[in-house]
Structure formats: structure tokens, C-alpha cells
């Protein structure tokens, strides 16, 4: 929120060719890019881009979920089939039928995007449905449509929508790999797979990039913690079966049972 505070008021499209590939500094914090566009202002226009877009299209798969996951007669077989189905896969099928543009991403994301949200809400309905409590307010004289409304449903949607927001930072990475791929947005356009793309040619040319000496301790002290970790044995205390307690009992006490 901070980098989107900081880069919204600059202008992510003015060019200035004489601050190629600048460092970080107070006047450009994340540098420029090989237009001497300032970095810090594309990456918070494009994150706003991309996660205003992301959470569009996870509003409409949570409808679309839930929808159809109230008829999982109907969305049973469609749910399996999509789900197999990748984003890029779609993404090119969605290039195919109606050519590429900005909206291609969003297309093809949005097409698979609802499949887990059905398939969760029909698994909910069913464990609803043979609860207790719905089957004694059935008994009661209760129609499907007040069940619908007063019980399944505010049963099911807290979990689902968290579910959906659980998701929308995969929907948002799928959409900037569909644009990394060229399948999207185009340039000038400052969205974060175009980001990567035009900028990946200078990775090693610009001055953070270029290869440096440095010591990284923290993958090998954290392979090292994870070895440890799982070599790690917890003594537990070792539990008696019953003929070792009473092979343990005095003499006496076993005579005078068999007393």
C-alpha cells in the first residue's frame, strides 16, 4: 500500500532518455527503465491495475460459484472439466476466438477462476443438507426456499468468500504471467507481467542488477534449520503394557492375590 501511495502521483509514461537504467534515489526511489521511465511509478499504477482487475474477477467467479454450485447436478461435470483446464490453455483459446487485447487475460482467468468456488460451495451444501438441525427444521414445515435463505446459505457463504479472497493473489499472479507471455496488455500500458518483460533484456545490464560478490547466509542457514528440524527426535515416554506392570509388582502383593 505504501509503494501504490508513493508511485500514484508520479507519471508512469514520461520518458526521459537521458536517465536510462539510473540507480535508486531520492528522485527516482526504484530507478528508471531503459526509457528512463520511473520504476516506482509503473510498478503502483500496475499493481493498482492488476489487483482492481483481480478482485473484479474474483467478485464475479465468487457469483458464478456460488450460482452453480447450488446446482451441482448441472455444474458437476463442468466443474471436472474445467478445472483440468490451465489459464494459459484458455488464454490462447480466448486469443483464437476473439483475438488478443488487454481483455484476454481477464477472459481467460475469469473462465477457470470459478470452478474451485462451485466445487467448494456444492461440498458445503451437501454437509449442510445432512446436518441435524436442517433435517428437524424440514420437519418443521420448512420450504427449500426458506432453508435456502436461512440456513444453507449463511452457512456456506463466509467460508466461500474467504475462499475467494484466498485466491485472488493467484488470479492476480495468473494475469501478470498471461501479459508476461505477451497476451495481454501492450506497451506503454504499465502493468506488472509487461513490466517484466520489457525490462528482462536490461536485468544485467542496469546497475542493481550486475553481478555482485555477496554473502547470503539465509538459504543455508535455512536448509541448515530444516535439516535439523526434521533430525530432531522428541523422547516420549514409553508406555507399560499391562503384563509388564504386573511382572513389576512385589512378590507378596501376587501371593496374596493368589490367596
Known sequence: MLVIALGLPRDPLALDT????????????FGTDGLGRD??????HGALDTLLLALLISAAALLTGVLLGLLPRLSGPLVDT????????????????VGGGPATPALA???????????????????ERAAL????????????????????????LPSVT??????????????????????????????WGLLLAENQPYAER???????????????LGALAVT????????????????????????????AGAG
Open 133 to 156: 438441525h436442517i433435517t428437524a427444521t424440514r420437519g418443521l414445515g420448512a420450504d427449500s426456499w426458506y432453508l435456502l435463505r436461512h440456513e444453507l446459505l449463511p452457512a456456506v
Open 18 to 29: 537521458g536517465a536510462r537504467l539510473r540507480p535508486p534515489s531520492l528522485q527516482h526511489p
Open 39 to 44: 520504476v516506482l511509478a509503473r510498478v503502483a
Open 109 to 127: 482467468v475469469g473462465t477457470v477462476a470459478w470452478a474451485p468456488l462451485a466445487a467448494h460451495t456444492s461440498a458445503l451444501l451437501r454437509q
Open 206 to 220: 542496469a546497475p542493481l542488477g550486475r553481478p555482485r560478490p555477496r554473502p547470503r547466509p539465509s538459504p543455508l
Open 82 to 97: 474445467v478445472v483440468a483446464l490451465p489459464p494459459v490453455l484458455v488464454a490462447l483459446l480466448v486469443t483464437a476466438v
Open 228 to 255: 535439523a528440524a526434521g533430525g530432531i527426535r522428541v523422547p516420549r515416554r514409553k508406555r507399560r503394557t499391562a503384563v509388564e506392570v504386573y511382572r513389576q509388582q512385589p512378590r507378596t502383593k501376587q501371593g
Open 162 to 191: 474467504r475462499h475467494a479472497l484466498l485466491r485472488l493473489p493467484g488470479i492476480a499472479l495468473a494475469l501478470a504471467s498471461l501479459t508476461f507471455l505477451g497476451l495481454g496488455a501492450q506497451p506503454p500500458t504499465p502493468e
